[in-house]
């Protein structure tokens, strides 16, 4: 008996699964298999093992350093691993002892752009079978459970860039950690949202991206030219619990990948250091089901003229998410760079309202009808870790319903209406995080401890570092 079957670590359907992988590369065509996790920023880590190992993999799953999950976005290790202390109170750490990495055989894949290759997601538990309380998929599925037997769907509309790769800087001075950052060349001129001609100009190599999302089984609806210069939109169809996390962090590793192996760089940093190049953002769709009847319609529909055009369950899960938006934007808005996105008067949020179809302010509601009536949370930057984000969603509105809380009146002037402002940078965010207790419960004090501490960890580096700003501004006039 393995690891898995040992710890009862499969649904029956995914058991069934693994047989279908295995017939499947008995079968011939495939050499390879990539096993991977999402770390806690979002970033997938893991293994490449043989299709002959595979069989073991499938068994027992396959061990992996625990420090990975020590390291902020540069690949330092930021706990002490190698002392007399208990990192983060969890004694499996000490030594960055192994994990495992238990695969999901529902997420499994063959890579279009790789030939031969497959896929698979993965969990983690420590070796003695227990769950890794610092694994992100764990924890939104932990965070699912709390909805007491209701249906999570979300979609994602996703922003990015996509340059021309001029100079990867892989020359010995280039090396560092991190190391120099790519040179690159713009795609197209910007400045013409949705232009048909602009679009033109990016198809040769976003047919490319196309054919392989598509490729992957991923429910991708459009691609957009957003208003940026070689700035794209990519959006998926919606999809319940973690399968659009997976699909997300599956979509962002596709589109880097397949853009370098044609000679250009994606990057889903929100405001790249570029100049005329605009912030992308990361809107995320949002309503609950009960027996796949949509909860945050109102009744009758279109009753509601002053307040939301929402059910009393839809009101108060809003209600949660304007209450908690200045702690979850640490979750939704991960990076120091991303709080630059935050701008009065453009199509960014700058401040906790809500609107009627209302692209300035932070949540949006809309829809046409019953199934349709949904919220759009328009406060994600796209280098957010997904599991992380839609967590910190849920538990927000989770926290709206249970408190029965109101939105208050809507903002016709999103950038004008009194409201609490979003951070403004993200020791700001963590801050909020750190004194949302209600949220914390929900999410696990432990686990927002250890969060805060990581991206704590890259404040300090970056406050230690001279910035092309301070040299400009002081260099020649002192």
Known sequence: MGFIERHGLWSAEQTAAAGEILARAESGGMTAVRVVFADQHGLLRGKTV????????????????????????????????????????LPELRGAADMVMVPDPLTFRMLPWSPGTGWLLCDLRFTSGGPV?????????????????LTYRTGLEVEFHLFRLDDPRLGPGDLGQPGAAPEVGMLNHGYQYLSELRYDELDPILDVLRSNIEGLGLPLRSMEVEFGPSQVELTLQPADGLDTADAMVLLRSAVKQVAARHGHHATFMCRPHLTGVFSSGWHLHQSVLR????????????SSESGPPLSPYGTAF??????????TSAFSTPTLNGFKRFRSLSLAPDRAVWGR???????????????????????????????????????????????????????????????EPLPRSLGEALDALEAD??????????????????????????????????????????
């Not at 027992?60 to 109170?89: H, N, Q, Y």
């Not at 939104?140 to 459970?145: E, F, I, K, P």
């Not at 809003?318 to 702690?327: P, T």
């Open 133 to 149: 309380p610092l694994c992100t998929r764990g924890l939104l599925r932990s965070v699912l459970d709390q909805a007491g037997g």
């Open 50 to 89: 043989t299709v002959g190992e595979l069989p073991n993999v499938l068994r027992e799953g396959t061990g992996i350093a625990s420090s990975l999950l020590a390291k902020d976005t540069s690949g330092r290790t930021v706990f002490p691993l190698f002392t007399k202390e208990t990192p983060l109170g």
């Open 318 to 327: 809003l209600g949660g998410l304007l209450r908690h938006a200045r702690a």
């Open 437 to 478: 207790q209600a949220l914390a419960d929900r999410l696990g004090k432990d686990f927002v401890a250890y969060y805060a501490s990581i991206k704590r960890a890259e404040l300090a580096r970056f406050g230690q570092e001279v910035t092309d700003w301070e040299q400009r501004e002081y260099f020649r006039v002192f």
């Open 357 to 419: 179809d209302n692209r300035g302010a932070m949540v949006r509601v809309v829809g046409d009808g019953p199934s349709a009536t949904r919220l759009e949370n328009r406060i994600g930057e796209p280098a957010a870790n997904p599991y992380l984000y839609l967590a910190s969603q849920l538990a927000a509105g989770l926290e709206g319903v249970a408190g029965d809380l109101d939105p208050g009146p809507a903002a016709d002037e999103p950038y004008a209406t009194r409201a």
């Open 291 to 302: 027996d796949g009847v949509a909860l945050f319609a109102p009744e009758p529909p279109g």
